[in-house]
């Protein structure tokens, strides 16, 4: 019953201990992709100091891309009652170079148009990286 118990015990912790996420992937060297136990929790950090991160694009990217300048993403808004709702797409733009955690609002598609247009982000930035199941 003891080995039982302590395996039950070390599997539940291993998240906590370990300290790994879901998906723990650098975009640029102070934005990182993150999703801790299940991908509907992709979001994207801001490394803000050495021991600090704060949230640029809350829960759930299901799509994003840089050129070292800029970061584009797509992301669907989620809530603990309903989930993911797909029906909605929000679309960010992270200027890199800006270091700040208060740049990332939640644009329509024509908003993320013209804003592109306006900071001359070039056609070829394209969402490379894409989550087909969160789409």
């Known amino acids: 019953m003891k080995k039982i118990l302590g395996i039950a015990f070390l599997l539940i912790l291993q998240s906590c201990y370990f300290g ?3 998906v723990e992937k650098e975009i640029t060297d102070d934005y990182w992709l993150f999703a801790n136990n299940t991908l509907d929790e992709m979001s994207i950090w801001f490394n803000a100091e050495k021991y600090s991160n704060r949230l640029i694009v809350p ?3 299901f799509a994003l891309g840089e050129n070292g300048d800029f970061i584009i993403a797509k992301s669907h808004p989620k809530n603990l009652e309903s ?3 797909k029906s909605v ?3 960010h733009i992270i200027e890199v170079d800006k270091k700040s955690p208060e ?5 329509t598609l024509e908003q993320f148009e013209n804003k592109r ?3 001359n982000i070039p056609n070829d930035l ?3 990286i894409v989550y087909e199941e969160l789409q």
């Open 59 to 61: 829960e759930t990217v």
């Open 126 to 128: 394209d969402f490379d």
């Open 20 to 22: 790994a996420g879901l």
């Open 83 to 85: 989930g993911i709702d």
């Open 103 to 107: 740049q990332s609002p939640n644009l």
């Open 89 to 91: 797409t929000y679309y």
């Open 117 to 119: 247009k306006e900071l």
